[in-house]
Protein backbone atom coordinates (compact mmCIF):
# COMPACT_ATOMS: atom_id res chain seq x y z
CA UNK A 1 0.00 0.00 0.00
CA UNK A 2 2.90 2.58 0.22
CA UNK A 3 3.47 2.40 -3.08
CA UNK A 4 -0.37 3.52 -3.90
CA UNK A 5 -0.25 5.85 -0.79
CA UNK A 6 3.14 7.36 -2.66
CA UNK A 7 1.55 7.83 -5.56
CA UNK A 8 -1.61 9.75 -4.09
CA UNK A 9 0.10 12.11 -2.27
CA UNK A 10 2.99 12.81 -4.71
CA UNK A 11 0.45 13.14 -7.47
CA UNK A 12 -1.40 15.78 -5.40
CA UNK A 13 1.76 17.96 -4.87
CA UNK A 14 2.37 17.87 -8.34
CA UNK A 15 -0.95 19.66 -9.39
CA UNK A 16 -0.06 22.66 -6.96
CA UNK A 17 4.22 22.31 -8.05
CA UNK A 18 2.72 23.16 -11.62
CA UNK A 19 0.69 26.09 -10.37
CA UNK A 20 3.28 27.48 -9.06
CA UNK A 21 6.06 26.65 -11.59
CA UNK A 22 8.15 24.70 -8.88
CA UNK A 23 10.20 21.76 -8.92
CA UNK A 24 9.43 18.48 -6.97
CA UNK A 25 13.09 16.42 -5.19
CA UNK A 26 11.28 13.06 -4.57
CA UNK A 27 12.97 10.31 -1.70
CA UNK A 28 16.06 8.99 -2.74
CA UNK A 29 16.63 11.29 -5.37
CA UNK A 30 20.04 13.79 -4.77
CA UNK A 31 18.93 17.34 -5.23
CA UNK A 32 21.81 19.22 -6.78
CA UNK A 33 21.25 23.18 -5.03
CA UNK A 34 21.23 26.00 -7.37
CA UNK A 35 19.24 29.43 -7.08
CA UNK A 36 15.90 27.65 -7.57
CA UNK A 37 12.95 26.54 -5.08
CA UNK A 38 11.80 23.58 -5.18
CA UNK A 39 9.73 21.47 -3.53
CA UNK A 40 10.95 18.31 -1.34
CA UNK A 41 8.54 15.52 -1.12
CA UNK A 42 8.94 13.01 2.44
CA UNK A 43 6.50 10.67 3.30
CA UNK A 44 6.94 8.88 7.04
CA UNK A 45 4.53 6.34 7.45
CA UNK A 46 3.55 5.23 11.16
CA UNK A 47 2.37 1.40 12.10
CA UNK A 48 -0.43 0.02 10.11
CA UNK A 49 -2.75 -1.01 12.79
CA UNK A 50 -5.98 -3.07 12.57
CA UNK A 51 -9.19 -2.07 13.48
CA UNK A 52 -11.32 -5.33 14.10
CA UNK A 53 -10.79 -8.65 15.56
CA UNK A 54 -9.93 -11.02 13.15
CA UNK A 55 -7.57 -8.40 11.19
CA UNK A 56 -8.74 -8.28 8.22
CA UNK A 57 -8.85 -4.09 8.23
CA UNK A 58 -5.95 -2.33 8.06
CA UNK A 59 -5.27 1.31 8.61
CA UNK A 60 -2.57 3.18 7.25
CA UNK A 61 -1.16 6.10 8.85
CA UNK A 62 1.81 8.50 8.74
CA UNK A 63 3.07 11.99 8.39
CA UNK A 64 3.78 13.62 4.82
CA UNK A 65 5.91 16.32 4.76
CA UNK A 66 6.79 18.62 1.67
CA UNK A 67 9.66 21.26 2.54
CA UNK A 68 10.31 24.36 0.61
CA UNK A 69 13.77 24.88 0.10
CA UNK A 70 15.17 28.34 -1.28
CA UNK A 71 19.06 29.04 -1.99
CA UNK A 72 20.30 30.72 1.03
CA UNK A 73 20.15 34.73 1.13
CA UNK A 74 17.39 34.91 -0.84
CA UNK A 75 14.45 35.77 1.95
CA UNK A 76 11.45 34.24 3.36
CA UNK A 77 8.46 35.99 1.72
CA UNK A 78 8.54 33.86 -1.36
CA UNK A 79 8.75 30.48 0.69
CA UNK A 80 6.25 31.67 3.20
CA UNK A 81 3.66 32.23 0.42
CA UNK A 82 4.69 28.98 -1.13
CA UNK A 83 4.04 27.17 1.94
CA UNK A 84 0.01 28.62 2.51
CA UNK A 85 -0.41 27.22 -0.86
CA UNK A 86 0.64 23.97 0.01
CA UNK A 87 -1.62 24.31 2.96
CA UNK A 88 -4.89 25.53 0.97
CA UNK A 89 -4.21 22.63 -1.54
CA UNK A 90 -4.12 19.67 1.32
CA UNK A 91 -6.66 21.01 3.06
CA UNK A 92 -8.14 18.83 6.44
CA UNK A 93 -10.12 15.77 4.96
CA UNK A 94 -8.98 16.07 1.49
CA UNK A 95 -9.37 12.88 0.29
CA UNK A 96 -7.24 11.44 -2.37
CA UNK A 97 -8.75 8.15 -4.33
CA UNK A 98 -7.02 5.83 -6.77
CA UNK A 99 -9.58 2.70 -7.73
CA UNK A 100 -10.94 1.62 -4.72
CA UNK A 101 -8.30 3.38 -2.34
CA UNK A 102 -8.84 5.95 -0.65
CA UNK A 103 -6.40 8.29 1.74
CA UNK A 104 -7.58 11.64 3.14
CA UNK A 105 -5.61 14.41 5.27
CA UNK A 106 -6.74 14.10 8.99
CA UNK A 107 -5.19 17.13 10.46
CA UNK A 108 -4.79 20.56 9.15
CA UNK A 109 -1.25 20.98 7.41
CA UNK A 110 1.35 22.96 10.03
CA UNK A 111 4.35 25.22 8.66
CA UNK A 112 7.67 23.89 11.22
CA UNK A 113 10.29 26.25 11.98
CA UNK A 114 12.31 26.90 8.82
CA UNK A 115 15.81 25.11 8.73
CA UNK A 116 19.16 26.74 7.52
CA UNK A 117 22.23 25.32 6.26
CA UNK A 118 25.23 26.84 4.24
CA UNK A 119 23.22 26.89 1.17
CA UNK A 120 19.44 26.12 2.11
CA UNK A 121 16.15 27.83 3.76
CA UNK A 122 14.03 25.15 4.58
CA UNK A 123 10.21 25.49 5.48
CA UNK A 124 8.80 22.50 6.57
CA UNK A 125 5.00 21.54 5.89
CA UNK A 126 3.82 18.73 7.68
CA UNK A 127 0.86 17.04 7.93
CA UNK A 128 -1.24 13.42 8.70
CA UNK A 129 -2.87 11.26 6.69
CA UNK A 130 -5.14 8.03 7.21
CA UNK A 131 -6.49 5.39 4.76
CA UNK A 132 -8.69 2.38 6.35
CA UNK A 133 -9.37 -0.96 4.19
CA UNK A 134 -10.70 -3.96 4.48
CA UNK A 135 -8.37 -6.96 2.94
Not at 10 to 15: A, F, G, P, T, V
Not at 49 to 56: H, L, N, Q, V, Y
Not at 72 to 90: C, D, L, P, V, Y
Amino acid sequence: MISTISELLESHLDIIAKQLSLPIIYENIEATPNDEIYLKSNILPAITTSFDIDGDSRIYKGVYQVSIVAPINTGKSRSQKISEAIIQHFQHNTELTKDNFSLYINSVPSVYPAITDKSTYMIPVSMNYRADTLI
